[in-house]
Every structure is written in structure tokens, then in C-alpha cells.
């Protein structure tokens, strides 16, 4: 092939792929010249967030060890949150059963956490998110946490007599119980809400 | 192997993004679509599993025009990066002419980066495909993670852990906000043409 043709194919081929790439574009939309600066909240988020995509990746000793510290930090950051606190603690449960149970987790184990970060970040990052939205995603993740729990319960067939024992369902996902406890409290702090709310709208229906 | 059909003049190049997982594959793709949907008649397909990963594949074809009298229509592919896919990241590479190789930029990352390189040699292997000889660009996707304070490879570490031998175009990239997203592609495409430009002159 002489190289006039080389040169000329070579020429009609960039042409046609800027022709085909940068004529009339669509008007793209301005980024927001003000942009907030990222909260000081959204940071250690970030990091779980990465450390989660490891996960995703690749279950090791090493990156559960990293998300369960991780989560630790965050317990005591959010500590006076309690929705925020709960979701942790979720996260920190499935963390530590995944930890144990490594390949042979519950397949939906990942997607799960997943779930529960995007909830957790939410909470967290959303401007203008009201309270009782945020502890209605709280609990619609305990009734995804309950269901997987119980998938896991049934995928476990009861052990013999003789054999050793099977961890029961505590055991199985490390940390459940103290997730149930801080969720029991958030009932009855939401009750106590609503009980407020209705004692002060009958005092002034009577007024 | 690019189908060429010298009756009709029509040209069918097929191009793969490959990478890691979450490496941002399917928003490349997804980017490029938004700049090119207006002058395109196809759509883009994307068959995804619940927690919006690729499960099977992200399918863009369009017609790029005329080149040297021939009609060159252009497939771009991406595949499942998570390593359990490999079936299908192999099939998809079937009859492939050229690859994206969108690598991730987050430190965490570094190993996978590797290992989905040396999946794809073997998988190109399989249909005896020498990476070496194939068109090839890497994407150093990500780069705009460094302001939000994530650590990420500098771009000498990733050229010598990725590119050392393979000496192949490169370019860092934000797919999210689609910088050097199109350059990538343009380069993925006229390497891919320029190989196979002798069976068209």
C-alpha cells in the first residue's frame, strides 16, 4: 500500500470522527458555579464507600478488618443519631458475618450492604431529608436485613444430635442482637413521639 | 475480525471496554451515547441486575459515516468487570477489533487493575488473539476522585504496572463528568481502523 493512500485514509478517518463526535452537540448543561463544598459528615463515608467496592471485589481478612474499624469510627461519630447510629450497626453485623462466613456468605449478603450504604448515605449526605423519611428507609433496611436473615436460617439445615453444634442465628450474623435492641429503642422513642404529638393536639382541640 | 462486506461497502467494527469492576465501563459508554444521541437512529442496551451492575453487557452501536466509500457502522461493548463473569466477558470479546481498557485510579484498586488485564490476555488467548497485536487504549478512569481527597495511582505508576509493554495510547479520564471520554473512544476507533485499513484501500 503506498503511502499517499496511508495518509489519506488516515485524514478522512479523523475528519469523519470529529465531524461525528463535536458537531451539534446537544447544549450541555453548566455545572453550578457555586458548588458546595463537600460536608465534613460526607469524608469518612467516602472511605467506606471504597472499602465497600473492595468487598464487592474481592472478600479478604484484610478489607473486612478495614470496614469493621472503619464502621467503628463512624458508630462513635454518629452516636447521637439514631437512625444513622442503626444503619451502622447493620452494616457492622453483616460486615462481621460476612467476615466469617467469607465466600460461603449468602450470595445477597453484598448486595445487602450495598443497600444499606446507599441508605446510610442518604441519611447522611441529602439536604433537607426529614426525619421521619429517614427512619422510614431505616426501616424498610431492618425488613430487607430480617428477610435475609431468615433466608439464611432456612438455607442452614438443622444439625444432627451427634454433630457439632450449628451457631444459632446470634451467632450466624454476629452483632444481631444489639442491631434489634437499638431498633426496639427507636420504636418506643418514635412512640413516645407520637404519643406527645397526640397529647398536644387534644389539648388544643379542647382549647 | 472486522466484518467488511466489499458488495455492499459496509464496514462493522466491534470495540470492548473492558476493566475491573466499578471501573466505569458502563458510564463511558453511557456518556458517550448522551453525545451522540442525537445524530444516531440506535439506542443503547443495557441488561443490568438489580443493584445496577453489568450482568450481561452494555451494546452501543451507531453509524459513524463514510470512510474511504465504505459505511462504517461501530459496536461498542462493555463487559461484566466482577471476576465470577467471565463467561460472558469471553464471549463478548468474540470477533472483537479493538479494546478500551478502563482501569480504575483509587490506590485500593491497583491489584485489580492488573488482574483484569491479564483475565483479558487470557480470554483474548482463547480465541488466539495476542494482546499485543490487538488495537488497544487505556483509560485511566477516575482521576477527578483525587478532589474529593480518595488517594489514587499516579499515572506513572499505573503506565508501568498496565502499559510497560504493551506501550498502547493512554489517557487519564472522568467518565462521571465525561472528561477525555470521547478522546478515548476517537483513538479506540482510528487504531482499530488504521489495522484494518488494508483490506479497504
Known amino acids: ?207 | 475480525m472486522a466484518f467488511i462486506n466489499t458488495k455492499t461497502k459496509e464496514v462493522q467494527v466491534k470495540l470492548v471496554f473492558v476493566g475491573p469492576g466499578r471501573g466505569g465501563k458502563t458510564t463511558n459508554l453511557e456518556y458517550i451515547f448522551s453525545r451522540i444521541r442525537h445524530r444516531i437512529e440506535s439506542d443503547m442496551v443495557s441488561i443490568k441486575t438489580q443493584g445496577d451492575r453489568t450482568l450481561f453487557f452494555d451494546f452501543l452501536p451507531f453509524e459513524l459515516g463514510a470512510i474511504k466509500g465504505y459505511n462504517v457502522k461501530t459496536q461498542l461493548y462493555t463487559v461484566p468487570g466482577q471476576v465470577k463473569y467471565n463467561a460472558t466477558r469471553k464471549l463478548v470479546l468474540k470477533g472483537v477489533d479493538g479494546i478500551v481498557f478502563v482501569a480504575d485510579s483509587m490506590v485500593d484498586r491497583r491489584e485489580n487493575n492488573i488482574s483484569a488485564l491479564n483475565n483479558l490476555a487470557e480470554n483474548l488467548n482463547f480465541y488466539d488473539i495476542d494482546i499485543a497485536g490487538l488495537p488497544l487504549v487505556f483509560q485511566y478512569n477516575k482521576r477527578d476522585l483525587a478532589t474529593e481527597g480518595i488517594p489514587i495511582l499516579d499515572v506513572e505508576t499505573m503506565e508501568k504496572d498496565l502499559n510497560a509493554q504493551l506501550k498502547a495510547p493512554s489517557f487519564t479520564a472522568s467518565a462521571l463528568k465525561g472528561d477525555n471520554v470521547i478522546p478515548t473512544v476517537k483513538k479506540a476507533i482510528s487504531t482499530t481502523m488504521v489495522a484494518i485499513r488494508e483490506k479497504l484501500l
Open chain 1, 1 to 207: 500500500m503506498d503511502k499517499k493512500a496511508n495518509d489519506t485514509f488516515a485524514f478522512d478517518l479523523e475528519n469523519r470522527l470529529d465531524d461525528f463526535f463535536s458537531d451539534a452537540l446537544p447544549p450541555q448543561e453548566e455545572p453550578p458555579t457555586d458548588a458546595p463544598a463537600v460536608p465534613r459528615t460526607d469524608l469518612p463515608l467516602k472511605e467506606l464507600k471504597s472499602t465497600i467496592l473492595a468487598i464487592d471485589w474481592e472478600i479478604t481478612d484484610d478489607v473486612l478488618d478495614t470496614f469493621i474499624d472503619q464502621l467503628d469510627g463512624l458508630l462513635a461519630q454518629f452516636e447521637d443519631d439514631k437512625v444513622i447510629h442503626t444503619l451502622l450497626k447493620l452494616l457492622k453485623s453483616l460486615g462481621k458475618y460476612v467476615r466469617t462466613h467469607k465466600s460461603k456468605a449468602h450470595p445477597d449478603t453484598i448486595k445487602r450492604i450495598m443497600a444499606v450504604y446507599a441508605a446510610l448515605e442518604e441519611s447522611v449526605s441529602k439536604d433537607g431529608i426529614s426525619r421521619s423519611e429517614k427512619e422510614k428507609m431505616l426501616l424498610e433496611e431492618v425488613r430487607q436485613f430480617q428477610r435475609l436473615k431468615a433466608l439464611i436460617v432456612a438455607s442452614n439445615p438443622p444439625h444432627m444430635a451427634s454433630g457439632p453444634q450449628k451457631p444459632g442465628i446470634s451467632e450466624e450474623i454476629p452483632g444481631i442482637d444489639s442491631v434489634i435492641k437499638a431498633i426496639d429503642e427507636l420504636k418506643s422513642m418514635m412512640a413516645k413521639e407520637l404519643g406527645a404529638i397526640r397529647e398536644e393536639l387534644g389539648q388544643l382541640r379542647k382549647k
